[in-house]
């Protein structure tokens, strides 16, 4: 296993949720964590309780539908940490609705903090990771990203994206040693995102998305000798490690 401390994890959508649960994972075994997310005051919270904890952070609230506060994010890293050796892409906005109610306002607002914001981090690190011989790069997928839901156009395209950048990028890293995956949760959670849109049915099976991150922590040790162009399952993994 890879010693992470002292090494530089990047997580988007880091206020709530699992980005928040994997944040938090990170910073427990050593690692310095850049937060990013929309949600500023929670970010504030997240870094507090971080750093309250002996963690250390960089706070970088962003709205990555946007490409100037995307590329201003990533250069906020490199500047105050440097290459990162993981990075997570977890930011994501789901509104279910039909698309006759999808305004073009809503469709760019999610198809671009999930596309296009993963497209302008990893531009921005391939270089550092190129010429540190390694990194990780981890795109949170869901069903959405491989079967078409009602009343999910924006979501499952912008899903469906990343499965297709990840194979794309995982050819250009192999001879780099950058290794490219994306990550299903395997398992419902509770999330804000789910609260919102769970029936009943899966609330009653839902369960803390920290139970998922030690797949999260094994990814950022990984480089392309290990694991790349793969879709992975962080439930099933998480168990195989917790039972190891």
Same mark, same amino acid.
């Given at each position: ?6 090494q530089?994890a ?5 206020a709530?949720g ?7 994972a990170?910073?427990q075994?050593?690692?310095?964590v ?10 504030q919270?997240?870094?507090h ?25 990533? *250069?906020?890293?490199l ?6 050796r ?11 609705r ?7 306002r ?6 671009n903090?999930?596309?296009?914001a993963?497209?302008i ?12 011989g ?10 959405s990203?491989?079967k078409?839901?009602a ?10 994206g ?5 194979? *794309? ?11 490219v995956n994306?990550?299903t949760?395997g ?5 804000p995102?789910s609260?919102q ?7 009653s ?7 998922l991150?030690?797949a ?6 990984m ?12 439930w099933?993994? *998480? ?6």
């Amino acid at each position: 296993m890879t010693n992470l401390a002292g090494q530089v994890a990047v997580v988007t959508g880091a206020a709530q949720g699992l980005g928040y649960a994997v944040a938090k994972a990170y910073a427990q075994i050593g690692m310095k964590v850049a937060l990013i997310d929309v949600k500023a005051d929670t970010l504030q919270k997240v870094s507090h309780e971080i750093q309250s904890s002996g963690g250390e952070c960089l706070v970088i609230p962003a709205d990555l539908s946007d490409i100037y506060e995307t590329q201003r994010a990533a *250069s906020e890293v490199l500047g105050e940490y440097g290459v990162p050796r993981v990075f997570v892409h977890n930011a994501a906005v789901l509104n279910p609705r039909p698309i006759l109610d999808v305004s073009i306002r809503e469709w760019l607002l999610t198809v671009n903090v999930q596309t296009q914001a993963a497209f302008i981090f990893v531009k921005s690190f391939w270089q550092g990771m190129t010429d540190a011989g390694h990194g990780s790069i981890v795109f949170v997928s869901s069903q959405s990203g491989i079967k078409g839901f009602a009343d999910e156009v924006a979501y499952c395209t912008g899903k469906h994206g990343l499965e297709g950048m990840m194979k *794309s990028l995982a050819m250009e890293g192999q001879p780099r040693n950058i290794a490219v995956n994306t990550i299903t949760p395997g398992m419902y959670m509770h999330t804000p995102m789910s609260e919102q849109n769970y029936p009943d049915d899966l609330k009653s099976k839902w369960v803390d998305p920290m139970l998922l991150t030690p797949a999260f922590v094994q990814l950022a040790g990984m480089d392309a000798s290990q694991t790349t162009g793969e879709r992975l399952d962080a439930w099933v993994m *998480s168990e195989a490690i917790r039972n190891s």
